[in-house]
């Protein structure tokens, strides 16, 4: 498959109000020439049932990408029935072989499913560390990129936290919550669908759900916490530093993989209120010039997330494993 401009690909997405995520969607279109929306059934039964229907959407194609395993049962039934040829590469960029999720039907579901697949492209080496104790296939990683680059001011330090994210538990959201209590002069502002999950909370804590204007919550944060029990690479981490925000993460998010030496220390180690309290109060004792100096290297760091970089990393590491597999 060293011809690509012969190559026809497919690009599949489930039917789930997260999907296609921009990122995804944009790395698609730059290998892909169709792009279909998939089903989520509810059993392995009604895929069968629906596989036929759904056959009729997907034009004759060399290679399937998917966005997520969700789309792998109808992508293996197209490669069985349809065309033994086709290759087949899903993105990883959430929890599917994280260990806590694996219960006894994902392992069937891999079981039955995994063999079809020809590779992997991940947003993060512990993905791809994880994808290897259940199948050996070519796995390349991609950093995603922001998708919105604001620019802020003069850095002032101002006590008020910023956190976005869905309503997943393990964004950690409810332990920063929780950290809240502890630090009564703060304010924290949760941005996203980490509203549907959050009940009574402190004074200080804003739940402002989903908004029309992020600029703003970057213009006026002066600290991005992101404490979570796992979360691959999430874009807003990124979007956060460009924007000037000091980043404390838990070394469960893919970032704490590219943070070098001078931003180490904004890693905490563990993601309970105690521990999150102590860094932000940390943050807060540090001079000036010190929090400047952590401001400048965040932003440098970002701009290695760009559209377009991330975009020919895609494409290049895409190809490669189709000339490897």
Known sequence: MSNKKSINSTFLYPDS????????????????????????????????????????????????????????????????????????????????????KM????????KIFLRYINGFITVSYRIKNEIKKYIKRPTEVVRPFMINEFKTGAYKFNKKILFIGNEAKEKGFLNLIESMKLLENYELFLVGDCYKGIGKTANNVNVEGRVDNLAKYFNSCSIYVHPADYDPCPVSIFEAMHAGLIPIISKYVGQ????????????????????????????????????????????IISLNYKKDKSIKDFKEKFYKILDTT
């Open 256 to 299: 704490s993989e590219i943070f070098p030496k001078k931003l180490k220390n904004l890693i905490v180690q563990n993601n309970q209120p105690m521990t999150i309290k102590q860094k932000i109060k940390e943050v807060e004792a540090f001079s000036d010039d010190y929090k400047f100096h952590l401001i400048e290297k965040a932003i």
């Open 103 to 110: 219960n006894i039907l994902r392992r069937i579901f891999y």
């Open 17 to 100: 109000p997260k999907s296609p995520h921009l990122v995804h969607l944009n790395w698609a279109k730059h290998v892909c020439q169709n792009i279909i929306q998939t089903p989520m059934p509810s059993n392995l039964r009604k895929v069968w049932k629906i596989f036929f229907k759904e056959m009729g959407k997907i034009p004759h194609s060399d290679v399937l990408l998917l966005e997520s395993l969700y789309c792998l049962p109808i992508a293996a039934r197209y490669k069985k029935i349809i065309n033994p040829n086709c290759k087949i590469v899903s993105i990883i960029a959430d929890t599917s072989f994280w260990k806590e």
